[in-house]
């Protein structure tokens, strides 16, 4: 099927080194679902999102209301806290695109069958192997660089894009917005725990 218009200045637009760099950065961060290092790359895509012009909101996931409600489906590893993320970018209007995701991984399993250091990020022969490389990482590497892209293939500012990853899969609902976002997990918007947008997202003591 041959590409429109748009979509070939999108893909020309696209920066396929910084999506690779973006990628390895992801994964040799150790973010196992439920562990500091998931909250903390959470933190810190938030910073990222601000670096990149969006408007950010971050919020702490009310764990015990979403465990009670109906449609949970479970979780593969314990979890004491999470966090959601949402970055916006101008316009108005219904938003125009979503971009989902997660950075949280499952666990590694026995480290005796893997070749090489699961979270190394190690590129052989043009692919790159580690935990989370593919479930999904690589997507929010992409949905991290997709606004340029997204400009370039004229998408109209009031109907603009919207890009939502998720930090904790499980319990990831996608975020109700009016324009462009580009979110990690969970009940944007309805989380009595949500963060307002000015607000900096911190993790906060122990």
């Given at each position: 099927m041959a590409l429109?218009?748009?979509?070939?200045?999108?893909?020309?637009?696209l920066d396929e080194d910084e999506v690779i760099a973006t990628l390895v950065d992801l994964v040799?961060?150790?973010?196992?679902?439920?562990?500091?290092?998931?909250?903390?790359?959470?933190h810190r895509q938030a910073a990222l999102f601000?670096?990149?012009?969006?408007?950010?909101?971050?919020?702490?996931?009310?764990?015990?209301?979403?465990?009670?409600?109906?449609?949970?489906?479970?979780?593969?590893a314990d979890r004491s806290e999470g966090y959601g993320l949402v970055g916006t970018t101008g316009?108005?209007?219904?938003?125009?695109?979503?971009?989902?995701?997660?950075?949280?991984?499952?666990?590694?399993?026995?480290?005796?069958q893997w070749e090489h250091d699961p979270f190394a990020a190690r590129i052989t022969a043009g692919?790159?192997?580690?935990?989370?490389?593919?479930?999904?990482?690589?997507?929010?590497?992409?949905?991290?660089?997709?606004?340029?892209?997204?400009?370039?293939?004229?998408?109209?500012?009031r109907s603009p894009s919207q890009s939502t990853a998720s930090s904790a899969r499980r319990t990831a609902v996608s975020a109700p917005s009016r324009r462009?976002?580009?979110?990690?997990a969970g009940r944007w918007?309805?989380?009595?725990?949500?963060?307002?947008a000015d607000s900096s997202p911190r993790r906060p003591e122990r």
């Amino acid at each position: 099927m041959a590409l429109t218009d748009a979509q070939t200045r999108a893909l020309d637009a696209l920066d396929e080194d910084e999506v690779i760099a973006t990628l390895v950065d992801l994964v040799r961060v150790p973010s196992v679902t439920g562990t500091d290092a998931e909250s903390e790359l959470q933190h810190r895509q938030a910073a990222l999102f601000e670096t990149e012009g969006l408007e950010v909101d971050t919020w702490q996931l009310d764990l015990e209301a979403l465990r009670a409600d109906p449609r949970f489906p479970g979780t593969e590893a314990d979890r004491s806290e999470g966090y959601g993320l949402v970055g916006t970018t101008g316009g108005d209007g219904p938003a125009g695109l979503v971009l989902q995701g997660h950075v949280d991984v499952v666990p590694i399993g026995d480290a005796t069958q893997w070749e090489h250091d699961p979270f190394a990020a190690r590129i052989t022969a043009g692919r790159l192997h580690g935990r989370g490389a593919c479930d999904m990482k690589a997507g929010v590497a992409a949905n991290l660089q997709s606004s340029e892209p997204c400009g370039a293939a004229g998408s109209p500012s009031r109907s603009p894009s919207q890009s939502t990853a998720s930090s904790a899969r499980r319990t990831a609902v996608s975020a109700p917005s009016r324009r462009c976002c580009a979110a990690m997990a969970g009940r944007w918007r309805s989380s009595p725990n949500r963060r307002p947008a000015d607000s900096s997202p911190r993790r906060p003591e122990r």
